[in-house]
Each structure stands twice: as C-alpha cells, then as structure tokens.
C-alpha cells in the first residue's frame, strides 16, 4: 500500500505561482515512477507531469510545458509540482499518483495509488 497526501493548493490570481507537495508514505518511494494529474469540473482527469524514480526522465502535458516543473525528494520521499504563470483554465483539483507496474506514464490507468487531491483556482 502506498498512502499519498496533496498539500499547498489554494487561490490565486493569473500570472501567480504556486507549489505543490505530494508526501508518500507506506511502501518504497524511491523504486517508483510519480505523476501529477489534475481534474476540472465537468472535464476528465487529464496529464499534467511525470517523473521517474530516478528523476532522469520527466514528462508535461502540452499545456503546462515551460510554466510548470515536477521534482521529488527521494530522501524525504515527496514529489512537488512547481506552477507558474498560472492561468484561469488551469483551475482544478491536482492530484499525485503513483504507479507500481509501470515505468513512467501519461496515462491515468497506469497509476495505481492515488492521492485525494487539492483544490487550486486562479482567477482573472
């Protein structure tokens, strides 16, 4: 079992930053590969980023690439998403997901444990 708790959403206004923190705990954080998704009302779940458990590879969805950064702190086994330059359409609840089958995703069935989630809005 891995138990994973999002922190750090919020309000703010467009053009603001906000980060992002996944802690895990339960089984070994380091042997796996993380991901950031995130789910606005009346949408489905969609990618934001990826990170391998190594932190060699890393992958964003097309819309979030050069304002948003994920990283992980294997040592203190939590995975942060940076977001910058935010945006009214990047509202929405952003939740952290590990997958134990799989090497690195962008695919929602790939990810096994799941986080509850935190509420972000930026307005205009």
């Known amino acids: 079992q891995v138990q994973l708790v999002e922190s750090g959403g919020g309000l703010v206004q467009a053009g603001g930053s906000l980060r992002l923190s996944c802690a895990a705990s339960?089984?070994?954080?380091?042997?796996?590969?993380m991901g950031w998704f995130r789910q606005a009302p009346g949408k489905e779940r969609e990618f934001v980023a990826a990170k391998s458990s190594s932190g060699s590879n890393t992958y964003y969805a097309a819309s979030v690439k050069g304002r948003f950064t994920i990283s992980r702190d294997n040592a203190k086994n939590t995975v942060y998403l940076q977001m910058n330059s935010l945006k009214p359409e990047d509202t929405a609840v952003y939740c952290c997901?590990?997958?134990?089958?799989?090497?690195?995703?962008?695919?929602?069935?790939?990810?096994?444990?799941w986080g509850q989630g935190t509420q972000v809005t930026v307005s205009s």
């Open positions: 997901a590990v997958t134990t089958t799989t090497s690195i995703s962008t695919r929602v069935f790939d990810y096994d444990y």
């Open positions: 339960g089984r070994t954080f380091r042997n796996y590969d």
